[in-house]
T-cell receptor, first 115, second 117 residues
Framework: AQKITQTQPGMFVQEKEAVTLDCTYD???????LFWYKQPSSGEMIFLIY??????QNATEGRYSLNFQKARKSANLVISASQLGDSAMYFC????????????FGTGTRLLVSP | GAGVSQSPRYKVAKRGQDVALRCDPI?????LFWYQQALGQGPEFLTY????????KSGLPSDRFFAERPEGSVSTLKIQRTQQEDSAVYLC???????????????FGDGTRLSIL
């Protein structure tokens, strides 16, 4: 079984500052993928970034980077230079690379960016 | 449109009524997933289709929930004899292939917000 834990219900950051959203996971699978999604108030889940369990380098996508520490089973999302439009719910998710690849999500972190 | 389309956007039903939620995935996407998102929670997997075949329905909470994708494109999630605990946002997602590159993301629709009175 897979489990995702997000311990921060809410985070506050000032515009233009960096913020780290925490995610730890538990799985017995050797090969898996980790994802971060953003969910604005409109409800759509927007894919942000992906990290494979065998990737040696941390993933980056524009202002998003993933701090992957495999031994600690953590996959924290770092958002640099926060913008007002970054205010949303953020979900960490994982899936095994075997089977049918359903996503297992955490409970999410609400990020509020202030001017 | 280019994205996953779900309808209706909002649905209100009385307890005991049947409801049907529609998902139109991205054209050409083989895999289709349904998730249920309760208020303040992350989405939870309900069921998975590869083309028209329903390969995993382990997340369906009861036999009142039924999903189909008869022609391998549009999918319908049906809930019979709705209960108050069925109130949630129902999200549909699609991806290009069932066992493609592990990095391929699932693309989500805006969801259907279901309220049972």
């Amino acid at each position: 079984a897979q489990k995702i834990t997000q311990t921060q219900p809410g985070m506050f950051v000032q515009e233009k500052e960096a913020v780290t959203l925490d995610c730890t996971y538990d799985t017995s699978d050797q090969s898996y993928g980790l994802f971060w999604y953003k969910q604005p108030s409109s409800g759509e889940m927007i894919f942000l970034i992906y990290q494979g369990s065998y990737d040696e380098q941390n993933a980056t996508e524009g202002r998003y980077s993933l701090n992957f520490q495999k031994a600690r089973k953590s996959a924290n999302l770092v958002i640099s230079a926060s913008q007002l439009g970054d205010s949303a719910m953020y979900f960490c998710a994982m899936r095994a690379n075997t089977g049918f690849q359903k996503l297992v999500f955490g409970t999410g972190t609400r990020l509020l960016v202030s001017p | 449109g280019a994205g996953v389309s779900q309808s209706p956007r909002y649905k209100v039903a009385k307890r005991g009524q049947d409801v049907a939620l529609r998902c139109d995935p991205i054209s050409g996407h083989v895999s289709l997933f349904w998730y249920q998102q309760a208020l303040g929670q992350g989405p939870e997997f309900l069921t998975y289709f590869q083309n028209e075949a329903q390969l995993d329905k382990s997340g369906l909470p009861s036999d009142r929930f039924f999903a189909e994708r008869p022609e391998g494109s549009v999918s319908t999630l049906k809930i019979q004899r709705t209960q108050q605990e069925d109130s949630a946002v129902y999200l549909c997602a699609s991806s290009l292939a069932g066992k493609g590159p592990p990095s391929q993301p699932q693309h989500f629709g805006d969801g259907t917000r279901l309220s049972i009175l």
